[in-house]
């Protein structure tokens, strides 16, 4: 391995992978400098990459790293050649415990308290050497050896994405009540999960800013998902009476008949009302209340300087533009005292974006803390131009972008467009940016999704403006981050599925298996050592089973091929691929209908009510822990949500889904009686 090679590796730099055909690729020269150079590294002059590598394995090999993630009482490590002796002070309760260290097989060791509790612990170390006294710094994060999940129990339920609710409120675009309605019917029949598609902040336009998988920040809400209804009601104004001046949107008879949401227009109508609505709480007198000014006050002392920050840059982005980097340079890099000096000029504004934000948590927190049920999704990843990034520009690879690499699925690979994070720095910075977005993430949810949960082990980074096939992979502290996910999983109660599809290192499953995160297993792939759906036992007790994703056809459209259809049409099949395609599609489910009647739970019909029932009670019969069902399939959709790889060549995110109450309430009540069964 040449010297290049050797600093790349230490980086965590894969140079080279396995395709999904098992080829071996080996990543070009020029891509490995590339990454190294956003790492800060560059070759020396005469030595080349020499001294790169000996700094690089110094830092590597030193005892003490900038944190120390564990579910052992015990800090160990081999000390350096000088090193004489030494004490831990460990910050515990605002009292510092002294603990000295003591030595086993050459390692000295710190053993910690016996009743120690898992979190989070500043450390102090105290190291005599044959030249001076040491004074080092270090984190101890002190995690269970697992997520939270309960034993014996098992989970059925629904998932969906909320903008896509089109019920008779005629709100333009489904909301938190309407999510509500959901909630409700599926609690009445026994159902303990609902899934939802991402709703964290975007810029709600078009053509980037309506994906919920390329959100603005994935620590703060998007506030088009308010009921407008729910705050009139506390704010004590009558709709009826004030639709003119307030909520015209509420009578727009019109919004239930369109198939596409439009994103823009639902937010302008939506705004203008929020807006009239922050006039009235400014001006009014709020009775003791979840509106108080004094909780408001309160939510802004919890949220810290943060999000003032956030509610600046959404203020700031209406003037000069939502992509921070074409603004000037004092706002551009964050200059504390520029912000100041926007915010004081423009204070009404700011506090607007704080409203809004102290609205949906306390929404969510009065109608779905408590329920039990509700499942967030975590996405991978956070728009290079928004607010997550612009508040952690040092930890963001802004030359690289995510993606993956040529398959089946993308010949060409996949660009999502958003910057990775830095694993080096991360680490550094005690993980505080990936701990602050797990909490934020479990605040009000019983259950966590994380997309893409691979990227904990390693993500596929391609240099900007390159083709996908010029990335490779590069690996970030897995077992840290895995042990931070079951520290807070603990803490909040939260069951963590991990989106674990497609190619992904058995080490990536054997470490969710350890740490009792769900495997997503998917209908559309399953298949036993014959090529056919595996027996509903042989499902691995940590698994969620689903007929297909948010990224897939409705099980209509697969049954029908619409999706292949579809793809020949957007040329990202050609003719010949659309026709094989179709073909191992039609062997596939003709494998799927011939294990359902094997089974008894089909008898062949040619509606697809009676093979959607058939599908269900399979599912229910699965040894998985959660199963799953997408409102999509629920109320025979044919129509799917995303189609990866395109932008304006389809709506994605935008299909709405009329749902009537009544036939939403029956079809319920039969899938409760399939899954109780």
């Known amino acids: 391995m040449n010297e290049l090679r050797k600093l790349a590796e230490l980086y965590g730099i894969e140079t080279n992978y396995y395709d999904i055909h098992g080829s071996h690729i080996q990543i070009e020269d020029e891509v490995l400098v590339n990454l190294l150079g956003s790492f800060g590294e560059y070759p020396q002059n005469r030595s080349g990459w020499v001294e790169n590598i000996h700094r690089k394995k110094e830092e590597i090999a030193f005892p003490i790293p900038p944190v120390i993630v564990t579910s ?118 026994g159902g303990n999960f609902l899934g939802i598609l991402p709703i964290h902040l975007l810029e709600n336009r078009m053509p980037y800013g309506t994906s919920p998988y390329y959100p603005m920040d994935r620590l703060e809400w998007n506030p088009i998902y308010l009921p407008l209804e729910w705050i009139a009601q506390i704010l004590e104004i009558n709709l009826e009476h004030n639709s003119t001046e307030f909520c015209s949107l509420l009578n727009d008879q019109s919004s239930q008949n369109r198939s596409l949401l439009d994103y823009e227009s639902a937010w302008k109508g939506k705004d203008q009302i929020l807006r009239n609505f922050f006039q009235i709480w400014q001006k009014k007198a709020i009775k003791p209340s979840s509106l108080s000014k004094k909780s408001f006050s309160d939510f802004l002392t919890d949220g810290g300087k943060r999000i003032i920050h956030s509610a600046f840059f959404q203020a700031y982005a209406l003037k000069q533009g939502w992509d921070f980097r074409s603004w000037p340079q004092d706002f551009q890099r964050g200059d504390e005292e520029a912000i100041a000096q926007f915010i004081n000029k423009n204070h009404e504004e700011v506090n607007y974006f704080l409203f809004l934000q102290w609205l949906m948590e306390i929404y969510l927190k009065t109608y779905f803390q408590s329920s039990n049920m509700l499942a967030f999704d975590l996405p991978v990843g956070t728009s290079p131009t928004g607010i997550e990034s612009w508040l952690n520009q040092d930890l963001f690879v802004f030359s690289q972008r995510v993606g993956a690499p040529p398959d089946d699925f993308s010949p060409a690979g996949q660009n999502w467009g958003f910057p990775p994070v830095n694993p080096w720095k991360d680490r550094e910075k005690h993980y505080s940016h990936f701990i602050s977005l797990i909490q934020a993430n479990m605040k009000y949810c019983s259950f966590l999704r994380i997309d893409h949960i691979m990227g904990l082990y390693r993500l596929f980074w391609i240099p900007e403006g390159c083709d996908p096939k010029h990335g490779t992979y590069v690996r970030s502290f897995f077992q840290d981050l895995l042990g931070i996910v079951a520290l807070e999983s603990h803490r909040r109660q939260v069951i963590v599925i991990g989106e674990d599809l497609g190619t992904v290192p058995p080490q990536v499953r054997e470490a969710m298996k350890a740490y009792k995160i769900l495997s997503t297993r998917v209908l559309y792939f399953e298949s036993d050592h014959k090529g056919f759906i595996p027996a509903p036992e042989c499902y691995p007790r940590e698994t969620m089973v689903t007929i297909g994703t948010h990224d897939m056809p409705p099980l209509k459209a697969f049954l029908e091929g619409k999706d292949i259809d579809l793809r020949e049409k957007l040329n990202l099949f050609t003719p010949e691929e659309a026709a094989e395609q179709y073909q191992i599609r039609q062997h596939r489910i003709q494998g799927i209908k011939s294990k359902l009647m094997e089974w008894g739970y089909w008898r062949e019909t040619d509606t697809f009510e009676d093979l959607l029932e058939a599908i269900l009670l399979y599912l229910s019969k699965t040894s998985s822990t959660l199963k799953i069902v997408n409102l999509d399939d629920l109320i025979e959709s044919d129509v799917q949500l995303n189609i990866p790889g395109t932008i304006n060549e389809y709506p994605n995110w935008r299909h709405r889904l009329l749902v009537g109450c009544d036939e939403l309430e029956s079809k319920i009540q039969k899938m409760a009686l399939i899954f109780k069964l």
Do not use: M
């Not at 002796?85 to 060791?109: C, D, M, Q, T, Y």
């Not at 190291?127 to 059925?156: D, H, V």
């Open 72 to 189: 052992t009482r015990e800090i160990a490590f081999v000390p350096q050649l000088n090193w004489l002796s030494g004490s831990l002070f460990l910050a515990r309760e605002n009292v510092i415990l002294e603990i000295p260290f003591r030595v086993e097989n050459h390692k000295w060791s710190f053993p910690l308290p016996l009743d120690l509790e898992w979190g989070y612990y500043p450390l102090n170390f105290e190291i005599r050497t044959t030249l001076n006294t040491l004074y080092l710094k270090s984190y101890f994060i002190f995690t269970p050896k697992y997520c939270y999940l309960p034993e014996e129990k098992n989970f059925w339920g629904l998932n969906l994405a909320v903008y896509s609710l089109n019920t008779r409120r005629k709100q333009g675009i489904g909301d938190l009540q309407d999510l509500r309605l959901v909630s409700d019917l599926l609690q009445k029949y």
